[in-house]
């Protein structure tokens, strides 16, 4: 076990090695019950011309480490004990690796073809008397994004759903397999265009990581800005949807309103209104920020005030309120099983936030809190007074952000090249491999990256934040919810399905 | 008044319920996007669109049946038949007034939403059949409360010809009963014509509609039919409300060409603030779960109730 010290935070990065793939899994079952442990990757890391290891990234904030384990298969082996068997958070993953490399996890409930939905066989899981199935997608009305949900109903009761996703799949992962790093980024920005930021931090900050270099704050000062423009953006996006689904059309025209004036912000602000061209691996954005922080903190104040009475007037809506209420409950242990993040999982009383768990020392400085339910009810209104909560703290840790940022107190850190770090690399067996993390508006985004000697991608896993929330979606709309509670628990999610396609 | 001056106003009723009710409907349309702060298109979108369905091709699903095909005229003509049946410009009775009272126009109407139920449960969308067990439930909840609404009427003016109910209930002008009419009666529009709090009809989610289910099969002229037929059905529940339930105010009380023309004017302004009315509940409540829509059809049948309490004790 080699103990190696992280870049610019206090967080640890522990290697373990193992000899079987069956001695890797029963270490990380071992964490499914650890109250705060994570999973933060789990897959194939491939080697040229074939899957060389098996990789699982264990996040453990309580005690600042992140372990990396990680083992290869004995020649030949197709099979492998199931993690999902134990820990339902690898299902979706599992699926994804076997259709990928065809080595067995055995014990795995499902293993139906997920990468490629058209050819999947139909799996029929109720049965009996005036069970009616009602298909609902890929292609459906209004502005959504591609996917299809099998519903299972008696009546208006749903008893079983099962979403079925990647038809937006572009296999971004080895599209960029033998790009030079700077250019990765360009894909990454695209994985999902409504968590551009958390995307491209994520992928900057892995590459930083497998490189060993440490950035300037000032340019981790901006990201950190930049995600909280997107956190806005798509804060005012969810509400509305939400509004939108329980029919409160004024409420949503003017939630949509607030969304347009934040994208104008991030427009003027660099020139893209998803935020696009603003992170970058080693480099910061070409912002003044000395000449629009004024600007920028003024306008949104304004964006802010409005917001605030609209979602005033909303909670004082009784018929809105109604339909949130109890709908769609996300119990705690299903969100601890399946590893659920973002605002769904802090609606059910689970702390789980990047920015807290992974990034405490860079948020610090601007107040951050974690906004929790505390009673963790875990319903569709808890996700609402969540995402109410986090923009009033957005707001908050943007207007000192910004400020940080104008006031120019980074000078006396060192040039803005950054520093290089090489310990990192030391004695680590994974070679020029990083993780990065970022606290999209949906949760937690995790990229690790592995570079060749040339500075190419060999080797790109991406792991959105929808991606841990979608299989729970299934579990939330079954359970005592009718047919007329789905839209409104579907936009409480606020689900994205490009950053889960790739 | 000779004959032939009446039978020519109730051709121009069934006129101005045929050409009107689209306007009314694209004025309703417009209002509503206007309180959202949104431009909104043309009062006259309605009429393009029509223009366009009519244009476009009919696609029959394979196997739907005759009731499929059928079902767009009768929900088209059902609005018509009640428009011979009821005020809609004129205080004094046509033609066809003593054909029917306000019962069998509610059946007339019944009729036209139960054929199209059945088209659309012949159709091949799944949504069909859900649009049409949703509006089974909606129309379960309502019927109630209309038969109430009849049953006050009837007390009150000892008659449920409209043509006479009108100048009864204006007699009781705003009294306890008239009030509770008009509120429950109300209540019965909104749930009839798929409008906020009951049904969302700017709403495109597949699994929250309740009307719009219906129509998922139906292209080209039929689906024009439809939406027409809806249009008018809006109007011809419309001018129950307005000109008999709330009051006659505004009618031609005379044949004569320039009065007909005023209360067409007159007829109009009232849509329209009825229309400014919808938008009203529109934008200020959400929409109901679906089981709650029994509970909202209760309160209005509570008042309904309440009116006919009231009026057992005013006929003592």
């Known amino acids: 076990m080699k103990v190696l010290t992280a870049q610019g935070s206090n967080l ?96 795995h409930p499902d293993l139906r073809a997920i990468l490629h939905p058209e050819n999947q066989e139909e799996r029929i899981v109720v049965h009996g008397d005036e069970v009616f199935q009602l298909p609902l ?44 790093y700077p250019d990765g980024r360009f894909l990454a920005e695209r994985v999902a265009g409504t968590s551009t930021i958390a995307h491209a931090t994520a992928y900057a900050r892995a590459i930083e990581h497998a490189l060993g270099h440490v950035v300037h704050p000032k340019v981790e000062q901006e990201r950190i800005v930049f995600g909280e423009l997107e956190r806005l953006y798509n804060h005012a996006h969810d509400m509305a949807q939400m509004a939108s689904a329980a029919g409160m059309t004024v409420a949503q025209a003017q939630l949509s309103r607030v969304k347009e004036e934040c994208l104008r912000v991030n427009g003027d602000l660099c020139g893209s209104r998803y935020l696009r061209n603003a992170v970058l691996p080693y480099k910061g954005s070409d912002v003044e920020w000395a000449q629009v922080v004024s600007t920028v903190i003024r306008r949104l104040r304004d964006i802010n005030g409005r917001f605030t009475q609209c979602l005033d007037l909303l909670r004082r809506t009784p018929t809105f309120v109604d339909r949130f209420v109890g709908a769609g409950i996300v119990k705690q242990e299903w969100a601890r099983a399946y590893g659920t993040v973002g605002p769904v999982a802090r609606a059910c009383g689970q702390p789980v936030d990047v920015r807290e768990d992974y990034l405490r020392d860079r948020y610090e400085q601007q107040a951050y809190r974690v906004v929790v339910d505390e009673a963790g009810t875990g319903d569709g209104w808890a996700r609402f007074v969540v995402r109410a909560g986090e923009w009033e703290i957005s707001q908050r840790v943007l207007t000192k952000g910004l400020q940080l940022l104008a006031n120019g107190d980074f000078m006396e850190a060192g040039s803005l090249a950054g520093t290089q770090d090489d310990s990192k690399n030391d004695g680590f067996s994974l070679e020029r491999t990083g993780i990065g993390l970022s606290e999209s508006p949906r949760g937690r985004v995790c990229h690790v990256v592995q570079l060749d000697p040339d500075g190419r991608l060999a080797f790109w896993g991406i792991r959105a934040a929808s991606a841990w929330n979608w299989p ?25 399905c490009a950053g889960v396609d790739r | 008044m000779s004959e032939a001056r009446l039978f020519s106003l109730q051709l121009l009723q069934l006129g101005f319920v045929l050409v009107v009710s689209p306007l009314i409907a694209g004025v309703l349309a417009r209002m509503k996007e206007f309180v959202q702060g949104k431009a909104g298109p043309s009062i006259f979108q309605p009429y393009r669109d029509l223009r366009k369905l009519f244009q476009k091709e009919r696609l029959i699903p394979e196997g739907s049946g005759p009731v499929y095909r059928l079902a767009p005229y009768l929900y088209f003509s059902a609005p018509l038949i009640v428009t011979l049946l009821i005020p809609v410009l004129t205080t004094f009775p046509l033609f066809m007034a003593f054909a029917g009272d306000m019962m069998a ?50 007390f009150v003016a000892h008659t449920t010809i409209p043509y006479i109910v009108n100048q009864t209930l204006w007699g009781l002008r705003w009294s306890p009963i008239h009030l509770l009419l008009i509120a429950s009666f109300f209540a019965i529009l909104l749930a009839e014509t798929g409008r906020i709090p009951v049904d969302n009809p700017s709403s495109h989610h597949e699994f929250s509609m309740i009307d719009h289910n219906r129509v998922y099969d139906y292209s080209g002229p039929d689906l024009a039919l439809l939406e027409w037929g809806g249009w008018m059905k809006y109007v011809a529940l419309g001018t129950i409300f307005l000109n008999v339930i709330v009051s006659p105010y505004g009618l031609s009380h005379s044949p004569g060409l320039i009065w007909v023309a005023l209360a067409i004017v007159a007829v109009f302004v009232k849509f329209v603030l009825l229309d400014a ?14 089981l709650r829509i029994a509970e909202f059809m209760a309160s209005a049948g509570m008042a309904a109730g309440l009116a006919v309490l009231l009026g057992i004790l005013h006929a003592w």
């Open chain 1, 12 to 107: 640890k990065h522990v290697e373990r090695q193992h000899h079987r793939i069956g001695d890797l899994v029963h270490a990380v079952v071992h964490f499914a019950s650890e109250e705060s442990a994570q999973l933060l990757y789990f897959g194939w890391i491939p080697k040229t011309g074939g899957w060389s290891r098996l990789l699982a990234v264990i996040g453990r904030p309580k005690h600042a480490l992140i372990e990396w384990h990680h083992a290869a298969p004995t020649f030949g082996q197709t099979a492998y004990p199931s993690l999902s068997a134990r820990w339902p958070a690898a299902l979706w993953l599992e699926r994804e690796m076997w259709e990928l490399t065809k080595v067995l996890p055995v014990g």
């Open chain 1, 137 to 180: 997608g890929p292609v459906r009305s209004d502005v959504v994004e591609s996917m299809f949900m099998r519903f299972d109903t008696q009546g208006e009761q749903i008893v079983h759903m099962q979403p079925e996703l990647f038809y937006k799949h572009r296999d971004i992962e080895r599209l960029a397999v033998g790009l030079l």
């Open chain 1, 472 to 496: 729970v979606l299934g579990l939330a709309v079954a359970n005592g919810n009718i047919q007329q509670d789905f839209p409104p628990i579907e936009a409480s999610f606020g689900l994205s």
């Open chain 2, 105 to 154: 126009g509610g059946f007339i109407l019944g009729l036209g939403t139960y054929v199209l139920l059945a088209g659309a449960m012949a159709g091949a969308s799944p949504y069909g059949a859900i649009g049409s067990s949703r509006v089974r439930f909606v129309s379960m909840s309502v019927e109630p409360v209309l038969i109430l609404v009849l049953f006050c009427v009837s």
């Open chain 2, 277 to 290: 009315a919808i938008v009203w509940v529109e934008s200020s409540f959400g929409k109901l779960r679906l």
